[in-house]
């Protein structure tokens, strides 16, 4: 089992994850092959390993086990600027690998305590558009140019999650330590398409001729944080066809994200103010993962039969409405210069509603299928909020999921999963748009000990 661990931990450890869009806001809708197949609908059905992450309680349910899952993504992302004169990209990348790791052991003889835990990519989230024209963006000293954007982001959070579980007769109640790492890279900047005429933003100042002015928010060198959280998990066995579970994870407090930033990299209007950095180092503060909740049930009505129902609520307004790049600005306000110690950028997420379904037959002893829907609610409407995001486009709503898995013998076993993501669109304040859909293919091997 040892063995087992390490060449799990190295398997996870060589593949770098960049970005996951099969989610409910940023956050992934299942762990591993049997956790997408089932559209994220685990709670009360535990099938796996995985179940550290999702309900640690259900680790007395899926026996001693290891597993391992590789899951590629091929997002389907375009932002669109045709109604503001600019142009429309649908971004360079097309392939990402998302892999996660996990075991379980029974600990002592009497079937009631056991220890698991593993490696995840919770959440992901990222574009990398090409160079287009955006839009006029309006200066305080009243500049309106055209600009050409260059849109950027890879945001992931990994999970360490050690978990123990206790089983009383029908009741099963797990808790999980999580040790996080995150790492962001952003750039979502915009140069002048053409000219600007000298003393454009004050008496004096020079004119830059196409491309030479820039403006936005530059941090496209990836710097990372740790953070920690809790979860806790019930599950209860009604009778023999129904069971009952929830799962409550703590938010996740990261630190700063630091960055040594070149003067200018940061170029940014709030309101009426534009805030200019220094050289030097700034911290991004505020980016914690959100509290969670969630409660399912399953239903076995005929012999093989399983009939799965999870509701869930994900707490972003508590940690993606603002967040702040502190350090030493330069402001002009209307022509008026000053300085600052904190520039706001506003992002704001609401919170998000998961509702998932799925059914699980098994036609026969060496094999098991799948199917099942998760619907979410998007983290921001049409609108401004929808401009402040074009590098975040957190917006897919449905998911159709297909899971089969098949026995290998006594001790081995492999799952596939299937996602897919119906493309959806907003707009923005000023006619611009973003969408995002996308499909997922998730393999999964598993070790069983018996």
């Known amino acids: 089992m040892k063995k087992m661990f390490l060449f799990g931990f190295l398997i996870v ?3 770098f994850c960049q970005t996951a869009q099969a989610t409910n806001g940023d956050q992934v809708i299942g762990i591993g092959s049997y956790g997408s197949g089932m559209a994220g609908a685990v709670t009360a059905a535990p099938g796996d390993s995985t179940t550290a992450i999702t309900n640690p309680a259900g680790l007395t349910k899926v026996g001693g086990r290891t597993d391992f899952n590789f899951e590629l993504f091929e997002p389907v992302r375009t932002v669109d600027f045709t109604a503001t004169g600019g142009g429309t990209s649908s971004g360079g ?5 998302l892999p996660d790791f996990s075991i379980n052991t029974q600990l002592g003889d009497d079937g009631t305590w056991f220890l698991g835990g593993g490696v995840f990519l919770a959440s992901g989230m990222g574009v990398d558009q090409d160079v287009i024209g955006t839009m006029p963006f309006l200066h305080p000293m009243g500049l309106d140019n055209q600009f050409d954007g260059q849109i950027f ?3 992931q959070m990994w999970k360490i999650a050690p978990a123990l579980a206790k089983k009383f007769d029908k009741l099963s109640v797990g808790a999980a330590l999580n040790f996080d790492y995150q790492q962001l890279a952003l750039r979502q900047t915009f140069s002048n398409a053409t000219a600007i005429p000298a003393n454009s933003f004050g008496p004096g100042s020079p004119a830059f001729g196409p491309g030479q002015y820039r403006i936005g928010v530059d941090l496209a060198t990836p710097t990372g944080a740790l953070g920690y959280g809790w979860e806790l998990g019930l599950l209860y066995d009604v009778s023999e066809m129904l069971s009952i579970g929830a799962t409550y994870v703590s938010q996740q407090n990261f630190g700063d994200l630091n960055y040594r930033l070149a003067a200018g990299s940061v170029n940014y209007q709030v309101g009426n103010t534009l805030y200019t950095n220094q050289n030097g180092v ?4 505020g980016m914690n993962f959100p509290a969670q909740y969630s409660v399912g ?3 076995r009505p005929l012999e093989g039969l399983t009939i799965a129902a999870d509701f869930k609520v994900i707490n972003y307004s508590s940690t993606m409405k603002t967040l702040n790049i502190n350090g030493a600005f330069n402001t002009n306000t ?13 992002v704001g997420w609401n919170d998000v509603t998961v509702w998932a379904v799925a059914v699980q037959y ?8 799948r199917a099942g829907y998760n619907r979410g609610t998007t983290p921001f409407g049409d609108g401004a909020t929808t401009s402040n995001n074009w590098a975040f ?8 999921t297909l899971g089969y898995t098949q026995y290998i013998g006594k001790n081995w076993q492999t799952t596939l999963a299937y996602v897919n993501a119906p493309t959806v669109n907003q707009t923005g304040a000023y006619g611009d748009r973003i969408s995002l859909g996308g499909s997922s293919y998730t393999l999964g091997l598993s070790y069983l000990y018996k």
């Open 362 to 369: 098994q036609p026969w002893e060496s094999s098991v299928v």
């Open 93 to 97: 990348s097309t392939m990402y690998m």
């Open 282 to 285: 700034y911290s991004l503060s």
């Open 297 to 299: 049930a399953a239903v």
């Open 153 to 155: 982001s890879q945001y």
């Open 393 to 400: 486009p957190a917006i897919t709503q449905s998911h159709y």
């Open 13 to 15: 450890s060589t593949f």
């Open 334 to 346: 209307g022509g008026t210069p000053g300085t600052a110690s904190s520039m706001p950028l506003s």
